[in-house]
């Protein structure tokens, strides 16, 4: 079992910077990989970004492409999302979990142990 626990969130105006961070504990050797998703009131939870434990290939929503970059410390079982230019739509509670698949995936239910989430509020 893994447990995450994501941190960072929090009150920025539009055009500013945060960066989260998901920590894993327990079984994490047993995962491929780690990703965020996003979840806006009223809207269903959406992929947003992703990363291989080995190696450094990642995968980003097109919403989010050349704005945020996901990173990993694998000596510290971390993973980051460094998000700048936010915009009022990225808004959300923010989410990371662990990959259950040897390749890149995009859906929800290919990923488990997720974190409790962390807000994220983008101002005009």
């Known amino acids: 079992q893994v447990q995450l626990v994501e941190s960072g969130g929090g009150l920025v105006q539009a055009g500013g910077s945060l960066r989260l961070s998901c920590a894993a504990s327990g079984r994490t050797f047993s995962s491929y990989g780690m990703g965020w998703f996003r979840q806006a009131p009223g809207k269903e939870r959406e992929f947003v970004a992703a990363?291989?434990?080995?190696?450094?290939?990642?995968d980003y929503a097109d919403s989010v492409k050349g704005r945020f970059t996901i990173s990993k410390d694998n000596a510290k079982n971390t993973v980051y999302l460094q998000m700048n230019s936010l915009k009022p739509e990225d808004t959300a509670v923010y989410y990371c979990?662990?990959?259950?698949?040897?390749?890149?995936?995009?859906?929800?239910?290919?990923?488990?142990?997720w974190g409790q989430g962390t807000q994220v509020t983008v101002s005009s």
């Open positions: 979990a662990v990959s259950t698949t040897w390749y890149f995936s995009r859906r929800p239910q290919d990923f488990g142990s």
């Open positions: 990363i291989r434990w080995s190696g450094s290939n990642t």
